[in-house]
């Protein structure tokens, strides 16, 4: 099978990291990261395309000549020249430490060189040490910001995206059931449970001959190593180091097998234990009544047999779900289905890769009613955000657009910095011409959270604001969560009718589950967007989806599952 998207991706980012730590020219190593990014939101397989004809890469937005060549090389190899001569150019353990949150490449270079850091843990072991705080180009705030950042993530240092994941994981999965004799196969794990990243991967598959499945596992190409491979389970570890496990169950246990490795160990627990009331066991094999088997067919017979009725995957946290159950409370959860339009986009009006036609356009094969535009503004210089007088020209040319359109609207909007004292960075005139006003924090991440929550009640204060966009701004594994009051911004939003979002970008799934858990039930109301970039990003809704599933959010808890009409009373143009 082809190289995944998400790999070829990963080797270009690492290029990227690399040119960055020697000081290379920041237009190049922003075409990689550009590159990395396109490639692994690519809706077709870019190593097929290189296979096909190498050439095709070009059209690809940002790919140009010698991108083309590495990809192609990357897509047979699985690696590339360049790459082994900058690893081998590197200052050892550099490439690790530009993977901690504050650190940048003159500071790798730093740790690697001077320091002779390695690795994360020894990082962490300097810093705790203080070595750090006395280096020229560190210092004590620098050393405390890494410790703070390296102790917070400790746990999710071995783990990557869930949309990563299923880049390996779901064309492995296609491959088993292609096996003959399989009569059903699941990714279970967090992975199921929709958890924003994964350890490693769980593979249930039910079938007679356990061996051909082993056989068809062990020797897939995503395999760079088997551990383990026996009668009816399996182990392989892929190239980009994640592990999968793989179990074969009989007709009769199949299900008993999916709730086991579903999990989560806390939710298990807590149904064995309505099980043992019973006179019960429930295990992986099934549900017995002494020596008998009673139940384990189906998923569906687990929660039968304890009196309840089927629970969703990413609601099983042992956070209520099997109280809520007992008294008939379970929420009817949001489908992607469900979603009728996207509320966060951007187009060659700011960073993004492609004009609002043609967001508009793929937004309509969707089968969208209505995308809005939301461009940035000018705060941050990076964005290549517009002024007032660019979104006044911005809205004429949308209100062109629409009345070429017959089957999508395209709502008029912008995604404003708040600035550090909490006024916008339009000015009034301007937000209150626009059909939807995005409000978000790209800058001053690290204010006292009583500074930066007065910063984002003001902002959430104003008349014409919206929509609070991946309000915590955190970047997963990059990045911390902004330190505010959420409470008190839940209540902001509240009492003037803002809506809270979850962005669906994997690096961002902001607002996170239990805080979106928490919105929600205040009252908020929310929206899923993924905060496009380019026409492949649209397609990223399921990740944000999924994430308002596990914060227990039905449809008409998301904004976005309203028709066009009942959208526009919700917005501040309506009211």
Do not use: C
């Not at 490439?95 to 390695?118: C, D, Q, T, W, Y």
């Not at 009569?183 to 350890?199: L, Q």
């Not at 990413?314 to 099997?322: A, K, L, Q």
């Not at 339009?341 to 993004?352: A, R, V």
């Amino acid at each position: 099978m082809p190289l995944p998207n998400a790999e070829i991706a990963r080797v270009l980012r690492e290029i990227a990291d690399l040119l960055e730590i020697q000081n290379a020219n920041p237009f190049r190593v922003r075409a990689y990261r550009n590159a990395a990014r396109t490639v692994e939101e690519h809706p077709e397989s870019v190593a097929a395309i290189a296979a096909r004809d190498p050439d095709e890469l070009t059209e690809i937005p940002g790919v140009g000549k010698d991108l083309a060549t590495t990809i192609t090389e990357i897509a047979k190899k699985g690696t590339a020249k360049q790459l082994r001569d900058l690893q081998r150019e590197a200052p050892a353990g550099a490439l690790e430490m530009l993977s901690v949150p504050n650190v940048g490449p003159k500071r790798a270079r730093i740790l690697a060189e001077r320091l002779k850091i390695r690795t994360r843990e020894g990082l962490l072991k300097a810093a705790r040490a203080g070595k750090l705080a006395d280096e020229p180009g560190l210092g004590a705030v620098i050393q405390s910001k890494i410790l703070r950042d390296l102790e917070a993530h400790r746990e999710e240092e071995h783990r990557i995206s869930r949309a990563a994941a299923a880049q390996y994981a779901e064309p492995l999965l296609e491959r088993l059931r292609r096996v003959r004799g399989v009569t059903a196969a699941d990714i279970a794990g967090s992975f199921r449970r929709a958890r924003e990243s994964v350890g490693d991967i769980d593979m249930l598959v039910r079938a007679d001959d356990g061996a051909k499945v082993v056989d068809a596992f062990t020797s897939a190409p995503e395999a760079a190593d088997v551990i383990e491979s026996g009668a009816t389970k399996a182990a392989i570890r892929l190239h980009n180091g994640l592990r999968v496990d793989l179990r074969v169950f009989d007709r009769d246990s199949y299900g008993a097998g999916l709730h086991y490795f579903t999990g989560s160990k806390a939710h298990n627990i807590a149904i064995r234990k309505l099980g043992q009331a019973r006179k019960l066991k429930i295990n992986e094999y099934g549900v017995w009544k002494g020596e008998k088997r009673v139940a384990g067919r189906e998923e569906k017979e687990i929660f039968d047999a304890v009196g309840l009725p089927w629970i969703p995957p990413e609601m099983r946290e042992d956070r209520g779900e099997i109280e809520a159950a007992r008294a008939g409370k379970l929420p009817d959860l949001v489908e992607l289905a469900d979603i009728r339009g996207d509320l966060h986009s951007h187009s060659t009006g700011s960073d993004g890769r492609n004009t609002i036609e043609e967001m508009a356009r793929a937004a309509e094969e969707l089968g969208y009613e209505y995308l809005a535009i939301t461009d940035h503004s000018p705060a941050v210089r990076v964005t290549n955000g517009m002024d007032d007088a660019g979104f006044k020209k911005q809205m004429a040319a949308i209100d062109k657009l629409n009345a070429k359109l017959s089957k999508l609207t395209v709502l008029k909007g912008a995604e404003v910095d708040i600035h550090k004292d909490g006024t916008l960075d339009l000015k009034d005139a301007t937000l209150a011409a626009l059909d939807i006003v995005l409000v978000s924090i790209h800058s001053y991440f690290d204010l006292p959270p009583k500074e930066q929550t007065a910063r984002v009640l003001k902002a959430l204060s104003h008349a014409h604001v919206d929509v609070f966009a991946h309000p915590t701004a955190r970047l997963i594994g990059r990045r911390r969560p902004a330190a505010f009051d959420l409470e008190a911004a839940i209540k902001a939003a509240l009492d003037h009718g803002v809506m809270m979002e979850i962005d669906a970008q994997p690096e961002r799934l902001d607002l996170d589950d239990v805080s979106a858990r928490t919105a929600h039930e205040r009252g908020v109301m929310l929206t899923i967007d993924t905060d496009a970039h380019a026409l492949p990003e649209l397609t990223g809704m399921r990740w944000g989806v999924d994430q308002a599933r596990r914060a227990w959010v039905s449809k008409k808890g998301i904004a976005n599952t309203r028709p066009l009409g009942r959208l526009l009373k919700l917005l501040h143009a309506a009211r």
